[in-house]
């Protein structure tokens, strides 16, 4: 999967929205692609180096998932608790990746509450 498939997937989401909230720190830009839906953070990751993603998670399921995976561990400047970072290219399958995305929007257009900080 290379970036442009990757981005195409998750604009295909209903209600998905994409920025570059981090261009202007202090100490430089950060090219960080965002992915939201319902105004809240689902997946991101740097558009110079598409190696790791970033990508909200169920807590107890992120538990599973570090456990399962070699290549899931933890995430890229967010809660541990309730993101996951996922090591492209390694022993997660494309086909589970896209899952976890697809679960990441889920949780946060199907949860009356949303639980946890973005």
Same mark, same amino acid.
């Given at each position: 999967? +290379?970036?442009? /498939? ?16 981090? /261009?202007?720190?202090?100490? !430089?830009?950060?090219? @960080? ?5 319902? !105004? ?5 990751? +740097? @558009? $110079?180096?598409? %190696?790791? =993603? ?5 807590? $107890?399921?992120?538990? /599973? =998932?570090? /456990?399962?995976?070699?290549? @899931? ?11 996951? !970072?996922?090591?492209?290219? !390694? ?18 257009? +199907? %949860? ?5 900080? %973005?």
């Amino acid at each position: 999967m +290379n970036i442009e /498939e990757f981005r195409d997937f998750c604009l295909g989401l209903p209600g998905v929205t994409e920025k570059m909230p981090f /261009e202007k720190f202090a100490r !430089g830009r950060l090219p @960080i692609l965002v992915f939201y839906v319902a !105004g809240h953070m689902f997946c991101y990751f +740097n @558009i $110079d180096d598409f %190696s790791l =993603l970033t990508i909200k998670c169920d807590p $107890d399921k992120a538990v /599973e =998932l570090r /456990e399962r995976y070699a290549d @899931i561990g933890d995430p890229y400047n967010g809660n541990r608790r309730h993101w996951i !970072g996922v090591r492209l290219g !390694g022993d997660v399958p494309d086909a589970v990746v896209l899952d976890l995305v697809r679960e990441a929007h889920d949780l946060l257009t +199907n %949860s009356p509450v949303r639980g946890g900080r %973005s």
